[in-house]
């Protein structure tokens, strides 16, 4: 194991003096070390002072070079890279202007709407070239993203500004209740925005006894809800006068409590629980529900008015309502024989006679008694009959009354209109802007399909010319594998192609038959099971870069004389731990090595990548191989399949993803395997969210039990009075409906049951205390400190206010922590999931970001939006009456809340806080943005010891840090579209009953537009260069939210405490065809026969049947049918498709064909600057650095075009040159560097004992110049700054441990006989030796000299290796270790058996 710093202390104690100086490798350090990370360039930066040996103060050292640190930073940021020093390098960067044009989804000039408007808003409607182009298609189209979602919110806002209008001037309050909720929290305001604010209106009730006139009227408005009892229903309209309240609003009982205290106490003298009936009336209770389970609610089940199953008739629903409903009175007798008489009309008054009455084939003048034969059907007289108890039936009616029109003034004038028809406007225009934005997504996923083909005809790429090979064949080693392949597929396409002209020319159409189609194979990589070495390369990587940084501190201190005592001591130990790591790493990685050269371990590849000479040859291959399934490949032809030694493969072939995208070391993950980390990950995604949710719900819970204690008063009617002289005989003086609070009234509320009160702790002490907290005379010290008699104890000082402000702090604390938790949870949500998404092990980056993307999004969607509704909801609504069922759910925090619906307290006490939660994410983000560049930029600051100009001084002693000093942290774009998505998900699930969110939307995609374009110019450093597959994710999410939002908003715009319960009823009759109106009731609709039992299915189909939502439900019904068919049961035939591939005339008509986009041949698409890089890292195989030594050659002579679309990132898919990997592994270190050189001595030390050439620079083609150190490293920053600029991302979190792995396919060692020729066969062989041909095969020279023996035991010794060399068709045997070859055959060992195809 690698040991950890954490032990500097004992290792400290344990290390002399002694052992400290024989510390040579510290001791003895280089002063011209990390010359090599400077790449050639001459230090200019340093510190600013320092004292040499003498003590005396100097000008500081250069040691670093802030020129290349400018280099490296202007290739990791977004600018225009210029040569200011007329040295051919474009070091410099050039900040775009803030103004620059980031681009924007353009109409088609193909399209109506640009042929239409383009002479007057053609400008606007082209837009310019984004400057963002160059750094990648996914860049782009997020701020496209941005521009015109902040387009589409604005129009939403503007058509929406009416419902906010209404929804404020229409309120069911008066303008001063308003002004004194605004003023006691300007929040509050937020809540006149909502449908809330229209009230449920103001209930009246009335009980009528047989042979009495009944007259029920409304104070103001109309009736718009009536609950009828006829009977002998239980309760009354208000509270028996046994159970009313007295003139001081207590009870007129006392409570009297056990000495446990576990039933909550009972009454003795009368009621004594004071509680409110549903008609919100004060009222005494006799007993609690439920004490002993914890319900200590009073029970005032005999006051509040329900049926008595057992004497009841549904008649008096229906009379009631057709008579009564739309009408501000009505008056009718009650009595069993007469007659009731009202007119249906669908429009106007949609109210049935009854239950079984058809309105299409039935008169519509109702006239109905209250015993009438259709009601009896479902009524129940069992304990009252009607021939003996007709006289005690009773009739009660409430009436829920609101006001129908709706008042305004403008201009002078006073306008009146009807609140229905508005709502009823209101609900269209929401529908409206549902479907804009349904339209405006699919055609933004139009236009970014069209940007990204355009993207594609600019650019071509690697993955233009490769394809990813699966289902490889068994194979004994890597090289026997890559000839394979390379005979068996361009074996495989010629003879297609040769097929193929064949049939054109007996068509006759020989014209179209292309004669030069180079189908020649570039190069074949494979992903090998070496997760061990990327992980230990990883971890010595870091290892390194912290033992350069330590040596080159040591260096300077010794300048300065300053490398002494406890400090040269401590760095001493350190040092010393580092080494002991550094060569752990190493020995780890060389006894991999030898293992794999032993024959201990076995690599083997699970993936190819092939790139072809043109792109030609992959959409050939591509066409022959069809990715149709499993099924499909179960009928490929023999000559199809790959044959190796004997046996058969049916290969699965695909394009294969960007180099610079693809993550190796998750590679050799099974699906399997990787299922298993994903439901991992999930779950603990889950076990987070129920974090979330226990946390909200214990805030609640306890936000409750401490208001029991100080229970919320209104305290607007007191004036306090901290006269402490003042007595209770004095207590109260009423004037103008103002009390005087004294201490002494505060003394008997709380001390009630000393005085034998029957009602005490009704909240005077909070009305006291918040009198006193604003009392210049007393303020925060003096509420504390005031003293109250505790007659109970006998306290005379006793300070009541200090725990009540304890707890009234701790009750606004839990508040704000529903609100504050969301948002925390959120942000510990995408640090704990940025961690967990490399554990699923995902193949590439692209589906890393996809899945990060998609996680924290779910996340913050129910964290914010679903969580919240679970905890506040009630489930009474949808399981029913049952009881233990509710009780059981309620019992762990879910759906056992207080809202069973949207009501007027829910917008007030839910809505709002989610307003504000809303608000808090629109400015968050950017405040987190904001201090990560007010702490970088002060870093900098004060590196530069305060100077103005960052040229000259730092206090970094490695080139490394200065680098990263100045470099901006990077743009995560997948974060921000998980924000953005959380966001535009919320705004539309709760817009139609808030339309302010519609607003803050738009404000926050306006926000992040400008703010990220800001920060992306000035400060960020590139992110990962992406393709379209994000921004299309994202756009294949929306039409969910216009789903959830249509579904939501039916819910709030048919919420019978706001609106009249009118559903639409389709008349299928042949006189009628047209929509009509009729009332509906869950109690009395036609569908209890059709749900059963299901009360809420009934619930859910009037809910969505109403008239304010038909627009709404149309379009609903049309995206649901739209989203199944193309998400659904299209992937459903696409996934058949394997199925249908199995007959082979299908399978050509179900392949997807990619076709030809017009790319030059893949080594000339490669730019030239990239070609010189690779050849001076010499990072990739020798065979493809001699391809491109000769195009470089061959671009050199006179008359060379560059070709119009050019690979201007990463191009090899040899992992050892992916700058991400470079990175992780610290090549660019002094430490690795030093010993990569030290090894380079002892192979080729080695290979010249043995009797080889060498790694001297010598081989085939001559003398070849090596670069120095300096020049390798200039070149390898280059190439590092050029792969991050345009095709990779950052190094951290690379390189980490997962179960399996994968990289490229092992170097073929630089042996004896120098650089290999390729093979015949045109197009890049895999590299083979040349050893001096055996006789009798061509060989104008003798043999080699007698090789050393091969043969132990009957095998092979140790690195040893047969070969197969297919120029001349012999087995020849390699050395790896050394290099040396040799054509002599061991007798005891089997030569590699080779069938014609692969000759």
Aim: charged share 25%; glycine share 8%; proline share 5%.
């Amino acid at each position: 194991m690698v040991t950890k710093l954490g032990s500097l202390g004992s290792s400290f104690s344990r290390m002399n003096e002694d052992d400290m100086e024989r510390d040579s490798t510290l001791m003895n350090l280089d002063e011209e070390i990390g010359k090599e990370s400077l790449a050639g360039y001459t230090p200019d930066c340093g510190r600013r002072r320092e004292y040499n040996k003498d003590g005396k103060k100097v000008e500081g050292t250069k040691f670093l070079s802030y020129k290349k640190a400018r280099s490296v930073i202007a290739q990791r940021h977004v600018g225009k890279l210029v040569d200011t020093t007329n040295d051919g390098a474009r070091d410099t960067l050039v900040p775009f202007p803030l103004n620059a044009p980031t681009g924007a989804h353009n109409f088609s000039e193909n399209g109506l709407c640009y042929r239409a408007f383009k002479k007057c808003f053609g400008t606007c409607m082209r837009q310019k070239p984004s400057v963002l182009e160059p750094y990648g298609i996914g860049l782009v189209l997020y701020f496209k993203f941005l521009k015109f979602m902040t387009v589409i919110f604005l129009l939403m806002s503007l058509a929406l500004a009416p419902s906010m209008y209404f929804y404020w001037v229409g309120s069911s309050m008066t303008k001063e209740d308003q002004a004194l909720m605004i003023e006691e929290s300007f929040l509050n305001a937020l809540f006149f925005t909502t449908i809330g604010s229209l009230g449920a209106g103001a209930s009246t009730c009335m009980e009528g006894d047989v042979s009495e006139m009944f007259d029920l009227k409304c104070p103001s408005g109309v009736f718009k809800k009536i609950e009828a009892h006829w009977g002998q229903p239980n309760g009354y309209c208000s509270c028996p006068a046994s159970q009313q309240t007295n003139d001081q609003g207590t009870c007129p009982g006392q409570i009297t409590y056990p000495s446990d205290g576990v039933d909550g106490g009972t009454c003795s003298g009368g009621a004594c629980f004071l509680s409110t009936t549903k008609l919100k009336e004060s009222c005494c209770a006799k007993t609690r529900f439920d004490p002993m389970n914890g319900d200590f609610t009073p029970d005032l089940t005999n006051v509040d008015i329900s049926t008595n199953p057992t004497c009841h008739s549904p008649s008096a629903q229906f009379i009631a309502e057709g008579m009564c409903l739309g009408r501000q009175n009505c008056t009718f007798p009650v009595s069993v024989n007469h007659t009731y008489t009202w007119t249906y009309d669908p429009v106007l008054r949609p109210y049935k006679c009854d239950e079984d009455w058809d309105p299409a084939v039935e008169d519509h003048t109702c006239s109905r008694n209250l015993m009438h034969e259709n009601y009896l059907n479902y009524a129940n007289f069992s304990s009252c009959p009607r021939d003996t108890h007709q006289d005690d039936y009773q009739l009660i009616v409430i009436g829920l009354c609101a006001e129908e029109d709706f008042d305004f003034e403008f201009n002078g004038e006073e306008y009146t209109y009807s609140k229905k028809d508005i709502i009823k406007i209101l609900s269209y225009t929401d529908s409206g802007c549902a479907f804009l934005f349904l339209m405006a997504i699919y055609w933004m996923a139009k236009r970014e399909e069209e940007a990204t083909d355009e993207s594609d005809s600019l650019n071509c790429s690697p993955s233009d010319y490769a394809v990813i090979v699966s289902n490889l064949p068994n194979h004994q080693s890597l090289d026997s594998l890559k000839l394979c392949l390379k005979t068996h597929f361009e074996k495989t396409l010629k003879e297609n192609k040769n097929e193929e002209d064949e049939k054109l020319r007996e068509k006759g159409l020989s014209a179209k038959i292309v004669d030069h189609e180079d189908l020649g194979i570039f190069d074949i990589q494979f992903s090998l099971n070496n997760r061990k070495q990327i992980y230990w390369k990883t971890v010595r990587g870091r290892v390194a870069r912290i033992k350069d940084k330590m040596e080159n501190e040591v260096v300077f201190l010794k300048k300065i004389g300053k490398f002494k005592g406890k400090r040269k001591a401590k760095l001493m130990i350190r040092h010393k731990l580092l080494e002991n790591n550094f060569h752990k790493c190493n020995a780890k990685l060389e006894a991999i090595e030898k293992r794999i050269a032993e024959g201990a371990k076995k690599e083997y590849a699970k993936y190819a990548f092939i790139t072809f000479n043109a792109e030609e040859g992959a959409v050939r291959c591509k066409k022959i191989y069809p990715d149709l399934g499993f099924l499909q490949r179960l009928t490929m032809k023999k000559k199809h399949m790959i044959e190796l030694d004997g046996k058969l493969a049916r290969p699965n072939v695909k394009t294969a993803p960007e180099p610079s995208e693809i993550i190796w070391e998750n590679l050799g993950i099974s699906s399997f395997m990787r299922y298993i980390r994903v439901g991992f990950t999930s779950l603990i995604t889950v076990l987070l969210l129920a974090a979330s949710f226990v946390v909200i719900h214990k805030a609640r819970v306890a936000q409750e039990t401490a208001q029991l204690k100080y229970p919320e008063a209104d305290c607007s009617g007191y004036i306090i009075t901290p006269d402490p002289n003042a007595t209770h005989l004095n207590m109260t003086i009423t004037l103008r409906d103002i009390e005087y609070l004294t201490a002494a009234q505060v003394q008997r509320d709380e001390n009630w049951q000393h005085y034998n009160l029957t009602l005490g702790n009704t909240g005077k002490l909070e009305c006291f205390c918040k009198g006193l907290l604003v009392d210049p005379q007393y303020s925060l010290n003096g509420m504390l400190s005031f003293p109250f008699n505790d007659e109970q104890t006998g306290d005379e000082s006793a300070t009541w206010c200090k725990p009540w402000f304890e707890t009234y702090t701790y009750i606004t604390f839990l508040k704000y922590l529903a609100v504050g938790g969301v948002c925390g949870t959120n942000v510990v949500l995408k640090l704990v999931l940025k961690k967990l998404i490399n554990i699923e092990g995902p193949k590439d980056k692209t589906s890393l970001i996809l899945s990060l993307t998609l996680k924290i999004f779910a996340a913050s969607l129910i964290n914010t939006a679903f969580l919240t509704l679970l905890i506040n909801g009630n489930i009474e609504l949808f399981l029913g009456d049952t009881g233990d069922d509710n009780s059981a759910v309620a019992e762990y925090g879910v759906l056992g809340g207080g809202y069973s619906d949207f009501s007027e307290e829910w917008y007030l006490n839910i809505g709002v806080p989610i307003v504000i939660t809303m608000i808090i994410n629109l400015v968050s983000p950017h405040i987190e943005t904001f201090v990560l560049w007010a702490t970088k930029r002060w870093a900098q600051y004060a590196d530069r010891s305060c100077t103005p100009l960052p040229a000259k001084f730092t206090k970094k002693v490695t080139q490394n840090d200065l680098e990263n000093l100045y470099t901006g942290p990077e743009f995560i774009m997948y974060l921000r579209y998980a924000q953005l998505l959380n966001t535009l998900f919320v705004t539309l699930i709760f817009s139609s009953g808030m339309p302010v969110l519609i607003p803050i939307c738009f404000l926050t995609f306006l926000s992040y537009y400008f703010f990220d374009k800001w920060m992306l110019l000035r400060f960020f450093s590139l992110p990962p260069r992406l393709d379209a597959s994000l921004a299309r994710r994202v756009s294949s999410l929306l039409p969910f939210s216009v789903v959830l939002h249509l579904m939501f908003g039916m819910w709030m715009m048919s919420n019978e405490e706001f609106f009249k319960p009118e559903a639409i009823n389709l008349d299928t009759s042949t006189n009628s065809t047209a929509a009509s109106v009729v009332p509906v009731d869950v109690s009395v609709s036609d569908l209890s026969t059709t749900f059963g039992d299901n009360a809420f299915m009934g619930e859910v189909y009037d809910r969505f049947t109403h008239t304010n939502n038909l627009a709404s439900l149309i379009l609903l019904v049309l995206l649901i049918t739209g989203l199944l068919w193309f998400r659904l049961v299209a992937k459903i035939l696409k996934s058949s498709q394997g199925l249908l591939a199995c007959v082979p005339f299908l399978a050509r008509f179900l392949a997807h064909e990619s076709e030809l986009e017009g790319n030059p041949p893949f080594i000339e698409a490669i730019e030239t600057e990239i070609l010189n890089l690779q050849i001076g890292l010499e990072l990739i195989d020798e065979d493809i650095l001699e391809k491109y030594k000769a195009e470089i050659s061959r671009r050199a002579q006179p008359g060379y075009r560059a070709p119009e679309r050019s690979i201007n990132i990463l191009e090899s898919y040899d992992f050892e040159a992916n700058q991400e990997y470079i990175q992780a592994f610290a090549s660019d270190a002094t430490s690795i560097m030093n010993y990569n050189k030290q090894r380079r001595s002892e192979r080729r030390s080695a290979s010249q004992s043995g009797g080889g050439g060498g790694d001297d620079g010598e081989g085939a083609q001559g003398p070849v110049r090596k670069q120095s150190e300096a020049e390798r490293e200039k070149l390898r920053m280059e190439h590092m700054s050029r792969m991050h600029r345009s095709g990779s991302a950052g190094a951290a979190g690379r390189g980490k441990s997962v179960e399996m792995s994968g990289a490229a396919a092992k170097k073929k060692p630089r042996g004896a006989g120098g650089k290999a020729p390729s093979s015949p066969g045109g197009g890049g062989a895999a590299p083979v030796p040349a050893p001096v041909p055996p006789p009798g095969q061509g060989s104008a020279s003798a043999p080699s000299p007698p090789p050393p023996p091969v043969v132990d035991g009957g095998a092979l010794v140790p690195s040893w290796i047969q070969r197969y060399d297919a120029a001349s068709g012999h087995h020849y045997y390699e050395n790896e270790s050394t290099g040396n070859v040799t054509w002599e055959e061991p007798e005891t060992y089997r030569p590699l058996e080779v069938n014609a195809a692969q000759l």
